[in-house]
């Protein structure tokens, strides 16, 4: 993506952003929208549950 950098740290396994919010500006988008991308992006490989595995998760539990 143009006008963000990751920065690696090898010795203690972290990742950095580095944005540069001129060009963010210029192509319309807001830091909140970056974020989202980026959580999402880094969430992809975590497992989850389809709709009808939640519906049957939840079937039977007392509504609150």
Known sequence: M???ILIKDQ???KDFFEI???TLEKNGQSIEELFEMIISE???AEGGL???E???????RPKV
């Open 11 to 13: 010795t203690q396994g």
């Open 20 to 22: 540069d919010l001129s």
């Open 2 to 4: 143009k006008g963000i």
């Open 42 to 44: 880094s969430r992809k």
């Open 50 to 52: 389809s709709w009808v």
């Open 54 to 60: 939640l519906k049957k998760h939840i079937q039977g």
